[in-house]
Every structure is written in C-alpha cells, then in structure tokens.
C-alpha cells in the first residue's frame, strides 16, 4: 500500500475538522496543523479554502459510492441492503452523538452559508435517496420508492439530529430498531 499523498492527507483532515468543528470554524491553520506541514506547503496543493470543500466534496462522493456499492454485492435481498443503511447509524454512533450526521451537517451548514458548493453537497444525499429508492423498487414499491426513500433519509436525519443535540447514544439504538420494525413490515407485505 502507498503512502498517501500530502493532497491526500490534507483532504482527509480537512473532512475530519469539518464534520467536528464545521466548515466555516475550520481555518487553514487548522488543517495544516493537523497534517503537520507548513502553510507555504499548504498553499501549493489549495490555493482557497473552497479548493479544499471541493475536494472533501469529491472524497465524501466517492466514499459513499464506494460503501453503496459494497451494500449492493454484500446484502442478497433489497431489505438487507436497506438494513445496511439503517446500520450505520449503529456503526457511527459514537460520532453522531458527538458531532450529527456529517452528510447533514455539511448541507446544512453550507446552506445557511448560502454557500456556492451546497448544491454539490446535496449531490451526497442524492447518492443515497437515489440508492434507496432502487432499493424499494426492488422490494416491489415502485411507485412509492422514492417517498419510502425520503422518508427514511428524513427519519434517519432526525434521529442524528437529535441524537447529537441530547448527546443519547441510547435514543439512536431506540430508533434504529423502529426502523427496523418499520422496514419489516415493508419487507414483510412483499414477501405475503
């Protein structure tokens, strides 16, 4: 395995501070300490702080088409590949509780912001509405998969949302279970 590039390394930590600290809080020292180079250094790979969301744009995009392609040869059935979705939010517990969703985070902030690139963080969700929708397709929800999507990206969002904000690790195990009764009952209808 190669060493990662110092481009890499520096939009790795880049995408660390901004789901922990937020795009806006994040400066270039910041990233530039944690990559332990120097801001002359820095200033060759990213000349603006907006080169560097780009790139944690582009990283997170194809992080999670990566993770959406390993759940479509990993689950047998589309209700396991839902499941694989709902499951990490068990898996990433921890972080949610501490910091949100850093899918929901980044929108949001961007948003507010009305930043230039929050369109291209939406690109993040639409990966998942999209694969999600498929997925209820499969199921045998055609006309209704991409409310069935949304609705789980809308649930999935508020139980990180709120997860976060009363820091209860125990409220996400609680609501992930939910959603996996609710998906049940989908799966469940089909298979009848």
């Known amino acids: 395995m190669r060493n990662k590039s110092t481009r890499d390394q520096i939009v790795e930590a880049a995408d660390r501070l901004f789901y922990q600290q ?65 499951d990490i939010m068990i898996k990433n517990r921890v972080k949610i509780k501490r910091y949100g969703c850093p899918v929901g985070t980044l929108t949001t902030e961007l948003s507010k912001l009305n930043h230039e690139s929050k369109s291209e963080a939406n690109r993040l969700f639409t990966l998942f509405r999209t694969w999600l929708g498929r997925q209820f ?40 279970n939910l959603l996996y009764e609710w998906l049940s009952r989908y799966a469940d209808s089909r298979v009848a």
Request: aromatic share 10%; with cysteine; proline share 1%.
């Open 137 to 176: 397709t499969c199921l045998g929800y055609k006309t209704e998969a991409d409310k069935l999507a949304m609705h789980l990206l809308a649930r999935s969002q508020g139980i990180a949302t709120l997860a976060s904000a009363f820091h209860d690790e125990a409220f996400i195990k609680q609501e992930v």
């Open 22 to 86: 937020g795009f806006e809080h994040t400066s270039f020292a910041n990233i530039a300490d944690a990559v332990k180079i120097s801001r002359g250094n820095f200033y060759y790979h990213f000349k603006t702080k907006d080169e560097i969301l780009d790139a944690v744009i582009d990283l997170r995009l194809a992080n999670t088409q990566a993770m959406l392609d390993t759940w479509e040869v990993g689950g047998e059935t589309p209700a396991e590949r839902i499941r694989s979705f709902i």
